[in-house]
């Protein structure tokens, strides 16, 4: 039971995940390209290849990126091109995924601790409430 909750609650934050991990994949895709090209041109599919997802999804990725500022964009949909003018770049350092992990880590024991907590909570209230 208490895996299939945990599986639950970390679905619903796999999508966020997904998504995030989409946009600054796409920012990467950018980057890496501006770096060959001055002009940054890249296609729907080119993208949707890049980012494992059907064509029909880059132009909400794209926008998504561009409202959280991560990248300026202009999407061309005759063309079916977006042409990106910057991307935020961001490199971790070792001790920065350390750090990522050792608090990954603690919010995780947190977070069980707490589960538990209200299991217990609800092991008790249950004889009463009945």
Known sequence: Y?????????????SGLTEKIRILSMCNLAHERKAQDRDTVLSYAEIASALNINEDEVEAIVIRGVGLKLLGARLDQVNRVARVGFTHHAMFTHDQWKLLHETLGTWKNNVSKLLLNFNDIKKRVQPVLA
């Open 2 to 14: 208490q895996r299939r909750v945990h599986g639950e609650q970390w679905k619903l934050v796999h």
